[in-house]
C-alpha cells in the first residue's frame, strides 16, 4: 500500500507540474518548440491557388502607383510632397552615406546588440530603397546608378553573417537576413521593372541582376529557410521575406512556401478573433508585436497585388483585429496578467505597416495609428522599409 502511495503523489506532483508549465506557455514565455505549431482555426491551411506568373514590379509597390505618387509630389501635393521629404531625409542625412565598401561578412548580435557590418547593411537596405523612389519620382539616373551600386555592392561582395558573441541566440543570423532581404528586394524590383514615363530603365545589367539572384538564393537557403519555429515574429517575418524573394526570382515555389507560412502563422501570432497578440506580453515591450503586424500587412500588399486578397481577409480580416490590439495596447486598454509590460502610450513608435493596412481596411482605429506620427518614414531601428506614408496613403486599388 505504501509504494502504492507514493505512486499516486508522483503522478499528482507530475500532473500539477505539467499545467503549470502549460499555463506559463500560453500567457507568459514564447514558446521555442521546432514542432509545427498548430493552426488557431480550420481555415488557416486554407492555401490561394498556385500563382503561375508574377505582375512586376510588385513588391508593395507597382508602375502605377509609383507614377501616381511622384506624379503628385512633383505637381505641388502638399500632403504627398510632406511624406516624399521623408524620403529626401533619410537620403540627405549624414548618417546615412552612400556607401563605398561593404562587408563580405555581417556580424550580429541579439537583443539590440550591433556591429558596424550590421548596422550598415539594414541603412543601406533603406537607403537603397529610399534612391530608388527618388529615381521614380525625379527620372534622375544619378539616383538610380547610386541604387544600383549598393545593390552590387553587396550582392558581389557579401559571403556570410557571424555572430556577435557568445551570448548571440545562434539563429539571429535568420531573423536578419528576413528583414534586410526584402528591404533590398523591393529597391531591386524597381531598378529592374519600372520604367520612367514608361520607357526608360534603370539601366541594371542582367550580369548584376543574376549576381543579386545568387545573393538572394544564398541568404534564403542558409539563413531564412533555417529560421526555427518561435510563433512570433521570427516566423512572420521569414513568411514575408520567401513571398518578396519568390516573387524577385519569378519562383512560384519559393513564394508559395512563404505565402504559405504567412497562413500557418497568421492565427498563432494574432490568436482570438478579439485580435489578441499574446507576443506584446511575452515581450514585454512595444516593438515585437509590430513586427508581426507589419511583416503579416506586407505579405498581404504583395498578394493583393499579384491579385489575391487572401492574406487581407483570411479568418474573418484576422489582421485588422491585430490592429485594434494594438490600438487597445497604444490606449492602455491592455493588460497583462503573466508579467510587468512596458506599456505603449500614444507616443510610442508606429511601424510603418500601419500605412499599409490602413490603405486597405479604411478602419477607424488604423486611421487613429497612422495619425500618431503622420507621415511615416523609416522604423527607429531599420528593420522593415519605410516610406508608407509616401507609397500608400490613399493610393488605392493601384
Excluded at 353 to 359: D, K, Q, R
Excluded at 360 to 368: D, F, G, R, V
Aim: charged share 10%.
Amino acid at each position: 500500500m505504501k509504494k502504492l502511495h507514493t505512486s499516486a503523489l508522483l503522478l499528482l506532483s507530475l500532473g500539477l507540474t505539467t499545467l503549470l508549465l502549460l499555463r506559463c506557455t500560453r500567457t507568459g514565455i514564447t514558446s521555442t518548440s521546432t514542432a509545427a505549431p498548430t493552426a488557431g482555426s480550420p481555415t488557416a491551411g486554407t492555401l490561394a491557388a498556385q500563382i503561375t506568373s508574377f505582375v512586376h514590379p510588385a513588391i508593395l509597390n507597382t508602375q502605377a502607383s509609383l507614377d501616381l505618387v511622384g506624379s503628385q509630389v512633383n505637381g505641388g501635393d502638399p500632403t504627398r510632397s510632406a511624406s516624399y521629404q521623408k524620403v529626401l531625409d533619410w537620403i540627405n542625412d549624414p548618417n546615412h552615406p552612400i556607401p563605398t565598401s561593404f562587408y563580405s561578412t555581417v556580424v550580429v548580435g541579439s537583443n539590440g546588440a550591433t556591429s558596424p557590418s550590421k548596422s550598415q547593411i539594414r541603412k543601406d537596405a533603406e537607403l537603397a530603397y529610399a534612391l530608388a523612389l527618388r529615381w521614380t519620382k525625379t527620372g534622375n539616373q544619378t539616383y538610380a546608378s547610386q541604387c544600383i551600386g549598393i545593390l552590387n555592392g553587396w550582392s558581389y561582395t557579401f559571403q556570410n553573417y557571424a555572430l556577435l558573441d557568445g551570448s548571440t541566440n545562434p539563429n539571429q543570423p535568420d531573423l536578419e537576413a528576413s528583414w534586410t532581404t526584402p528591404s533590398f528586394v523591393a529597391a531591386a524590383e524597381i531598378m529592374r521593372y519600372y520604367k520612367v514615363n514608361g520607357t526608360t530603365g534603370s539601366g541594371w545589367s542582367s550580369a548584376d541582376i543574376n549576381q543579386f539572384n545568387n545573393y538572394l538564393n544564398n541568404v534564403k537557403n542558409n539563413y531564412i529557410n533555417n529560421t526555427p519555429v518561435y510563433n512570433n515574429n521570427w516566423n512572420a517575418s521569414a513568411g514575408y521575406a520567401k513571398m518578396a524573394i519568390g516573387i524577385f526570382l519569378n519562383s512560384t515555389t519559393v513564394y508559395q512556401n512563404g505565402y504559405n507560412m504567412i497562413m500557418q502563422y497568421l492565427p498563432v501570432i494574432i490568436d482570438q478573433s478579439s485580435g489578441t497578440i499574446p507576443e506584446y506580453c511575452d515581450r514585454k515591450d512595444c516593438v515585437h508585436f509590430q513586427y508581426s503586424l507589419t511583416a503579416f500587412s506586407y505579405a498581404a500588399e504583395l498578394a493583393r497585388l499579384q491579385g489575391d486578397n487572401s492574406i487581407w481577409t483570411a479568418l474573418s480580416n484576422r489582421l485588422s483585429a491585430g490592429y485594434d490590439y494594438q490600438w487597445s495596447a497604444f490606449n492602455g486598454g491592455v493588460t497583462c496578467s503573466s508579467c510587468s509590460c512596458q506599456p505603449c502610450s500614444l507616443s510610442s513608435n508606429v511601424y510603418p505597416g500601419v500605412e499599409v493596412a490602413y490603405n486597405y481596411y479604411k478602419s477607424a482605429n488604423l486611421l487613429n495609428l497612422r495619425q500618431l506620427q503622420d507621415p511615416l518614414g523609416v522604423p527607429p531601428d531599420n528593420t522593415f522599409l519605410g516610406f508608407t506614408t509616401y507609397t500608400h496613403f490613399n493610393v488605392s486599388g493601384l
